[in-house]
């Protein structure tokens, strides 16, 4: 019943979406799309019978990815106690290898010590014994310097005079007064290496464990704050960077140098061709920056097994690194010796965003926005490591960005 008019709502005003009676045609609804209720009813009678079907192909589909949240919950703590377990286990190893190597280490330093200090004690016998005869011989000497009669004087002064061999103890004092000393700073530095070793892979595993995703990978940063939040600060190796690269602010920044460094020798060192990897290895959603200066740079990622000799090591030349050439003109990317001409606003700052997981590679140039250069979509399958390559004259700087 209409309120206003005391009349039987039989009509159906398009216009307003509601029913009124046959007098609010000639009023408010005066020109208004109006049906019969009974008419609009009619063609409106298979959208629930519709919306129930949506409604119910929703619940199917939220049933299954309850079903699928909780198969995924099931694979997560299964993986999980799965993890601790091996990594217990993995962890227990280690502890026992060190204790072998401690046990080993104490039974040489006490084998040592036994066969030494028996040396000494036969060496001291000896010379023990060599002073009881000289004294005796002293003896003879004085009471023989006494003897008044010449010829007994020189009928024993012979036998009286002559001497034994005497012990060599020449090496006695010309030793070094440093015996296990030495052990001691081999196995500390053992020790420093195993926390460098374990500092440098901890944060590996750490970011391994927090990479953990059950729900779908989150999408790509837009802003340089968001790509901010996965920022990773990276220091170069000395150890790999070629001998005439300098390395300074920290290993953070390589400068192009005809002089040869003075680096210790290593196996995983460049031989012929100025770049530089990492000390951090890259996994999970990362972060950095490159400022470089002078004719030409690379900024590259490859994983470590890269070649260290000949043409097939520079970063691009080969199907383990992926590199960004910059110079003041033009961008390029190369990877497995095929190079592809790019195209971007002038910067001399490049942003390089990782997602190892999704298999997500991209470059950026940095100044007050930031602009795609160029984005690779592939799997990687082993952990990556940021790689710089200079020429003449240039310098690069893994920035520290905040």
Not at 166 to 189: G, M, Q
Not at 270 to 279: A, G, H, I, N, P
Request: aromatic residues 8%; neutral net charge; contains cysteine.
């Amino acid at each position: 019943i209409c309120s206003r008019h005391d009349e039987v709502m039989k009509i159906f005003c398009r216009t307003d979406k509601k029913c009124i009676c046959y007098l609010c045609t000639m009023e408010d609804h005066k020109y208004h799309d109006t049906v019969p209720a009974a008419a609009e009813r009619t063609e409106r009678q298979r959208e629930p019978e519709v919306s129930r079907l949506n409604i119910q192909q929703r619940i199917q589909d939220r049933e299954k990815d309850v079903k699928l949240l909780q198969q995924e919950v099931e694979a997560v703590s299964r993986s999980a106690d799965k993890a601790v377990e091996d990594s217990e286990k993995i962890f227990t190893e280690l502890i026992c290898l060190l204790q072998k190597r401690s046990s080993d280490v104490k039974q040489q330093i006490r084998s040592q010590q036994e066969t030494e200090v028996s040396r000494a004690k036969e060496l001291q016998e000896k010379l023990q014994q060599e002073i009881t005869e000289l004294k005796r011989k002293d003896a003879e000497l004085t009471q023989l310097s006494h003897t008044e009669d010449h010829n007994q004087f020189l009928h024993n002064y012979p036998s009286v005079s002559q001497l034994s061999e005497p012990t060599d103890s020449s090496s006695i004092k010309r030793r070094p007064l440093r015996y296990f000393e030495d052990v001691t700073a081999a196995v500390s530095e053992l020790r420093d290496k195993l926390q460098d070793i374990l500092r440098d892979k901890w944060i590996n595993i750490s970011r391994s464990v927090t990479e953990v995703d059950v729900l779908l990978p989150q999408p790509e940063p837009k802003t340089r704050a968001e790509f901010l939040k996965y920022s990773r600060e990276i220091t170069l190796d000395p150890n790999i960077a070629y001998t005439r690269l300098l390395l300074s602010e920290g290993f953070r920044k390589v400068t192009y140098t005809l002089h040869p460094q003075s680096y210790s020798s290593h196996t995983d060192r460049f031989t012929d061709k100025w770049q530089v990897l990492s000390r951090e290895s890259l996994t999970g959603r990362c972060y950095w920056e490159v400022e470089w200066r002078g004719s030409a740079v690379c900024v590259a990622v490859a994983y470590k097994n890269i070649s260290r000799a000949g043409q097939i090591s520079v970063f691009g030349c080969n199907d383990k690194s992926w590199s960004l050439d910059c110079n003041p003109y033009r961008y390029g990317f190369r990877f497995n010796n095929i190079q592809t001409t790019l195209s971007g606003p002038e910067s001399y700052r490049v942003g390089v965003y990782l997602d190892h997981r999704a298999g997500i590679l991209s470059f950026y140039s940095v100044s007050e926005t930031m602009t795609l250069i160029h984005r690779v979509q592939t799997t990687f399958t082993q952990p990556l490591y940021a790689g710089i390559l200079i020429t003449g004259g240039a310098t690069a700087e893994l920035c520290k960005v905040k």
